[in-house]
């Protein structure tokens, strides 16, 4: 292994501003609003503020699937939170999520509005309150949630662990690629075996597990992610691929891939959804499992 220029950290860390790599100009190491800023509010008691990355898309492709079983209630709006340009700072929305993450959801149906922030407390919300989307069953629901969690706490290890290091980082380095690609692969063959008896993550329902590893897992393993199909060679997990395909191919994943999208062409995003009707202008069914950047 190629040894780079070691690193002799200081005794007390202080923040760069400058190094970080692609998103150093939203990395700080303190929370709170960095200015004042009301978010909109529309008409559905549902009000989502949120970007189609994997996380916020695990939401909008939940709402998608409640709206199509029938639960008219799950009606939302859908507002466009550019983390790019730091609106995740603004202060209405760090009053919804002190941790300036998307996405982020207020629940106006209630007596007192309803915060709810973190992907996986989103979705685990809705399904209780929808009773849709987590079995009802004790075990299979406790098979479901072991799932969910797992998600939330692997994909940091894809995401801010691979990810950064193959994709963003200011400059390759083998050590830390090795050591991400290598928990990857290992989380891959932990869905894979899944898969190999199971039509779905955790058995043979849809469930959250699924809209939650999806976005992350899906993306990855068609090179819609990181570019790196290749590299962690994602053909070899067939049972991962065969259960990607048949989640793309639903109409409700189609359209909740498409909300808050903010990048590739035109025709595949919806930047802000208020109606079912907002898609009628959209391509959406040409939208396929290898555009979910």
């Known amino acids: 292994m190629t040894k780079p220029d070691e690193y002799t950290p200081p005794k007390v860390w202080t923040w760069d501003a400058e190094s ?27 009000q989502l503020y949120s970007l189609a990355t994997p996380n916020g898309v695990k939401v909008t492709i939940m709402f998608e699937e409640l709206l199509a079983a029938g639960h008219n209630d799950a009606e939302y709006d859908a507002w466009l939170i ?7 700072f603004g202060s ?18 209630t007596e007192t509005p309803t915060r709810v922030f973190e992907s996986g407390a989103i979705l685990l919300y809705l399904s209780e309150k929808f009773g849709a989307f987590l079995p009802t069953d004790p075990a299979k629901r406790t098979e479901t949630l072991n799932w969910l969690f797992w998600q939330m706490g692997s994909a940091p290890f894809l995401g801010g662990g691979f990810g950064h290091f193959y994709a963003y ?21 932990v869905l894979d075996r899944q898969l190999a008896d199971n039509q779905f993550i955790a058995g043979d329902e849809y469930t959250i597990a699924d809209m ?49 999208k903010a990048s590739g062409d035109p025709s595949t995003q919806l930047r802000n959804r208020h109606n079912a009707s907002d898609f009628e202008t959209q391509t959406w069914d040409k939208v396929g499992d290898g555009e979910e950047k």
């Open 169 to 189: 980082a200011p400059y390759k380095m083998e050590y830390p690629i090795n050591r991400y690609a290598m928990e990857v692969k290992r989380q891959f063959d």
């Open 92 to 109: 209405g929305f760090v009053d919804v999520n002190p941790n300036s993450k998307i996405p982020a959801l207020m629940d106006h149906s």
């Open 20 to 46: 970080g790599g692609k998103f150093a100009n939203i990395n700080r190491p303190i929370a709170g609003p960095t200015h004042d800023k009301e978010l909109p509010v529309g008409k559905h008691p549902h």
């Open 82 to 88: 550019n983390i790019g340009d730091g609106e995740q």
């Open 212 to 260: 939650a590893i999806f976005p992350w897992y899906g993306a990855v393993a068609v090179g819609a992610a990181y570019d790196a199909a290749e590299f962690l060679d994602t053909q070899s997990y067939k049972n991962v691929l065969r259960w990607v395909g048949e989640i793309a191919a639903r109409k409700p994943v189609k359209r909740g891939r498409m909300v808050n």
